[in-house]
């Protein structure tokens, strides 16, 4: 399946050490499904799409002990810092981490009303506009997004971008079975507990602040 955007690059020793020990536990491979990766059955699914070095992953781990975590990231060097720090906050266990996109990742390995909550912070924006095909919400993955979710399951959002973000909400807002939060065409106050996260501090360098959407499945 074509991405876009890095996929590898170097790691160090240590890194790769870790990577070693740990994907054969906590990795999701392409044969595998979601299903069968040893999560505990009653705890709640949450997914991470594109979770960069895995900070707001382990605050997620950290403050909802009773959740079972999916990262997908396609960045190689994000993955093993993740996972480092996975294992040093002590909570790795209950994360299940992989390297495909993450149209592959819904499409052939989560079943359908498996998932009880999404979060996508920062995604690229590919400002271009012969590139916004690129961008990860579409009307078809906004779809795929709902189909893989519980009944009252939330899709999280987050971008410094303002045209991205209303470019999400606008597809979001169309789409059947969703409802925003805030009320059509609204964006919700950042959450109470929520860290910044590297790319959110970027902008905040440069002058932009995020917008944040919140979205329920009825």
Do not use: C
Request: glycine share 10%; charged share 25%; net charge positive.
């Amino acid at each position: 399946m074509r991405t876009h955007g890095r996929k590898n690059g170097f790691v160090t020793t240590g890194q790769e050490a870790r990577l070693l020990r740990w994907l054969p536990v906590i990795g999701l491979p392409k044969e595998k499904r979601l299903s069968d990766a040893g999560l505990p059955a009653a705890a709640p699914i949450v997914m991470e799409i594109g979770f960069g070095n895995g900070d707001f992953l382990v605050h997620l781990a950290k403050t909802h002990p009773d959740w079972a975590l999916l990262g997908v990231e396609i960045y190689l060097p994000g993955v093993a810092k993740a996972v480092g720090r996975l294992e040093d906050a002590g909570v790795i266990e209950r994360s299940r981490i992989t390297q495909l996109p993450a149209q592959f990742v819904l499409t052939h390995q989560v079943a359908e009303q498996q998932l009880d909550g999404i979060y996508i912070n920062h995604p690229d924006p590919w400002p271009k506009a012969r590139h916004h095909k690129r961008r990860i919400i579409q009307k078809d993955f906004a779809a795929l997004m709902v189909s893989r979710l519980k009944p009252g399951g939330f899709i999280k959002l987050a971008s410094d971008k303002p045209d991205l973000a209303e470019w999400m909400r606008d597809i979001l807002d169309a789409t059947p079975g969703l409802e925003n939060v805030a009320g059509p065409g609204g964006f919700v106050e950042r959450d109470v507990d929520r860290p910044q996260t590297k790319f959110e501090q970027r902008g905040i360098k440069a002058g932009r602040i995020s917008q944040f959407l919140h979205y329920v499945k009825s």
